[in-house]
Structures are given as structure tokens and as C-alpha cells.
């Protein structure tokens, strides 16, 4: 019940293209979804994050939508660029900082 | 403002042995989490500290274990080493308020060989 299921394993998609990561939960007590991108030898950083009040939040190319009922989340990033090119992980947290991880997505983005 | 820091970041270690790793939170941080890293079980939640206080533990043997200083500073022990141990650990802070964004370090990339 505590799992984060995150598809797909790796994505491509060309230059402008939109990149579309999905995750599902299974634990109603969950109540704060953050998407984290991680570069080779860095650690996790933030990119967005949500709260299941609001179905969907946006932050310049990054959106998450959220959808409460079929318990599932998923990051859009418009224009996808090269830069962009990273893991991603969802995760989730039931009012505190534990976070239970996907499994991660490895994103190339081919100019 | 300085990021969380991590040290070492390598480090190599045979069977049995034993290992701390250190950790530095963000200036005003309260709260340090740590988590391992593997290509096989991915992020995992180890353990998190509040005013030196382990307010929360995940699913791993008594082996792992950590502690929080009064300026917040973290350590983290294993003993008697494993190769299934090697792993990136990973520190993040955070102010302190429970669901609140935890900050990564570079993590401490550890071989057990």
C-alpha cells in the first residue's frame, strides 16, 4: 500500500515534443506529490509539487495533473529540450517528509 | 545560501567493516532525512531526524543508524558491512514543518567490495 508506481521505465522524445511521466498510488493517506529530476551525480532536486485539493499545477513548462479519484498523477513538460534530458522520479508523503519514491524515468530528449 | 553537503563522496569498504557518513543541512534547516539509492530497489527512506530527535525509521536493519547534532549536522552508521550495501546515500533537509520540500545533497557514492 505504500508503493509508487511510475511508467514509463525510459522515454524519448524529440526536441519541442511533449515528455509525459505517470504514476499511481494506492495509499488514500497520501497528501503531498512532488516530481523530482535528477542529473548523473547529483542528488534529487524539486521541480514541482502538488496537494490533492487542486487537479492540476503548472510552473513555466512543468505540469502536474492530478487526478484523486483514480489515484493518479502525471508530469508534463511542454517543449521538452535537450537539457531536460534526466530521471524523474514521483513521489508521495502522508503528512511528513518520508517520502515513498517511483521507480523513476529515465527521459532523453534528442535535439 | 550553501546546499546540503555531503562527505565523503566516495568511499570504499570491504566486508564487515564499518562506515559513517556526514552530513550538512541547509542553514536553518531543523530536519535531515536519509535515503539509499540502488539500481534495483531505487529511493529508499532510511531514517529522519528533528532537533536531534529520530522522528521517523524505514524497513532496514538495525545496521543502519544515524544521529543528529544540536547544530543539526547528521551522521550516518552502517556496521558490519554488506556487499549489498553499495549504494548512493542520499541527505536532504528540510525547515522542519512535516510535508515540507526536502532539499537533496550530491549523496555519498559507497562500494562495499
Known amino acids: 500500500q505504500q508503493q509508487v508506481k511510475q511508467s514509463p521505465q525510459s522515454l524519448i522524445v524529440q526536441k519541442g515534443g511533449i515528455s509525459i511521466i505517470n504514476c499511481a498510488y494506492e495509499?488514500?493517506?497520501?497528501?503531498?506529490f512532488p516530481w523530482y529530476q535528477q542529473f548523473p551525480g547529483k542528488g534529487p532536486a524539486l521541480l514541482i509539487a502538488i496537494r490533492p485539493d487542486v487537479s492540476e499545477k503548472k510552473e513555466g513548462r512543468f505540469t502536474i495533473s492530478f487526478n484523486k479519484s483514480a489515484k493518479q498523477f502525471s508530469l508534463h513538460i511542454m517543449d521538452s529540450q535537450p537539457g531536460d534530458s534526466a530521471t524523474y522520479f514521483c513521489a508521495a508523503s502522508a503528512s511528513g517528509s518520508r517520502l515513498t519514491f517511483g521507480e523513476g524515468t529515465q527521459l532523453t530528449v534528442n535535439p | 545560501k550553501a546546499g546540503v553537503t555531503q562527505t565523503p563522496r566516495y568511499l570504499i569498504k570491504t566486508r564487515g567493516q564499518q562506515v559513517t557518513l556526514s552530513c550538512s543541512p541547509i542553514s536553518g534547516h531543523r530536519s535531515v532525512s536519509w535515503y539509499q539509492q540502488t539500481p534495483g530497489q531505487g529511493l529508499q527512506f532510511l531514517f529522519e531526524?528533528?532537533?536531534?530527535?529520530?522522528?521517523n525509521k524505514g524497513n532496514f536493519p538495525g545496521r543502519f543508524s544515524g544521529r543528529q547534532f544540536s547544530n543539526s549536522r547528521s551522521e550516518m552508521n552502517v556496521s558490519t558491512l554488506e556487499l549489498g550495501d553499495s549504494a548512493l546515500y542520499l541527505c536532504?533537509?528540510?525547515?522542519?514543518?512535516?510535508?515540507?520540500?526536502?532539499?537533496f545533497g550530491s549523496g555519498t557514492q559507497l562500494s562495499v567490495l
Open positions: 531526524y528533528f532537533s536531534e530527535t529520530q522522528r
Open positions: 495509499n488514500t493517506a497520501f497528501d503531498y
Open positions: 536532504a533537509s528540510s525547515p522542519g514543518g512535516l510535508g515540507g520540500k526536502l532539499f
